[in-house]
Structures are given as C-alpha cells and as structure tokens.
C-alpha cells in the first residue's frame, strides 16, 4: 500500500534554529498538508499546498513557517528561528482531490531545546 | 468552522467487550467524517470515513461508525475488542466539497484489559 514517508522521525533542535522537515508524499496525489501535535494537545492543522501554492494556512503557519515542493516529489516544512513551543510532532499527508482519504506519514517529532 | 468534541479521553474495556467511543460534531455547512487510530509511535491510520450514501459505514477490522446528522454525531464501536485494538482513536470533520482542512477531536484512548 502506498505510504506516505517523513524523515527524520526524530529532530533535536536549538532554539533560534532553522530546520527543515520532509516528507515524500504519495506519487500521484496532489493536495499536501502539514498538521502538528504537540504533546498532549489535539492534532492541528498548519498547512495546505495544491499546484505548487499555499491553498489554505491556520493562524499557526506565521511568517517562521514555510512550505516548498521542490523537486516534484518532495515536500517540506521549514520553520526560521525555532521556539521551546515549536516543540510537537509534525505529520505530512496527502490526498487525491476526490476525497478518498487523507494518508499521513509517521511523523517527525522535533524537540526545540 | 467546525469542531470536534470527543467526550471520552480514556476508555478501558475488557477483551471481547463491546465499545463506543463518542464523537459531536458542530458545522454551519456539510461535512466529511473520519475516524483516525493512531498506535503508539506510529502516524495516524485512516480507519473509516463518511463521505456521503449510507450513514452505517465499517472497517475491515470490525469498527462502524454511524452518522446521525441531527445529532450531529460519528460515534465509533466494535461488539468485540482485541487487545491489538488498544491505541488512541481520533475523530475529524472537514467540510465537504474539494480537499479541506480536517478538524480533530481531541482524542480517546481506548486499552483494552485482559
């Protein structure tokens, strides 16, 4: 079955850091999202990104969040300058437009310290 | 906008017992419904979803899960529970129409005792 794959599962982090998070989604699907949840706390959306733009963002993806696909089969999520409260595990998935499911990856999680 | 409530954080259950895990939904406009597992240290796992048809939709693992639109609810059950079934099991709503945003409750976990 076609996953979709996130490296690295784990990142450890300074804060005031730049890191990148990436994901391969799935080959033939073309809505990406990134999601966080930080420990404890609900599942977040942060990001949508269909034909190579931003389609819908929450109030969390600020200006030290952004997305690129750079090369047609990755996808990734950078964050500038990262905070203790950046801290969460960050999960990439993929969709079909027509709405057959959304596939996550395993996740990244990232400790800021 | 729409939200999740998932009343239950912690749900234990003996082996072979029946289990609901409850889920409400609030949307001013249609919406998808899905229920997620998520195992320890593993991503979340799609386990059913409603999209449209028949309000009664299954698992291949034996979950259902029902929509009731004027109750606005997705509840998850199994007549059975394994032990393999322990894990956390989280409920989203998007809107309908072209791929959305989901919205998750805030998760139950379900263990189930031997």
Known sequence: ?113 | AQSVTQLDSQVPVFEEAPVELRCNYSSSVSVYLFWYVQYPNQGLQLLLKYLSGSTLVESINGFEAEFNKSQTSFHLRKPSVHISDTAEYFCAVSASGSARQLTFGSGTQLTVLP
């Not at chain 1, 033939?28 to 990001?47: A, D, M, P, S």
């Not at chain 1, 190579?52 to 999520?77: A, C, H, M, W, Y």
């Not at chain 1, 300058?81 to 801290?87: F, N, P």
Request: glycine letters at 6%.
């Open chain 1, 1 to 113: 079955e076609p996953e979709v794959t996130q490296t690295p599962s784990h990142q450890v982090t300074q804060m005031g850091q730049e890191v990148i998070l990436r994901c391969v989604p799935i080959s033939n699907h073309l809505y990406f999202y990134w999601y966080r949840q930080i420990l404890g706390q609900k599942v977040e959306f942060l990001v949508s990104f269909y034909n190579n733009e931003i389609s819908e963002k929450s109030e969390i993806f600020d200006d030290q969040f952004s997305v690129e696909r750079p090369d047609g089969s990755n996808f990734t999520l950078k964050i500038r300058s990262t905070k203790l409260e950046d801290s969460a595990m960050y999960f990439c998935a993929s969709t079909l437009w027509d709405r057959v499911g959304y596939t996550f990856g395993s996740g990244t999680r990232l400790t800021v310290v």
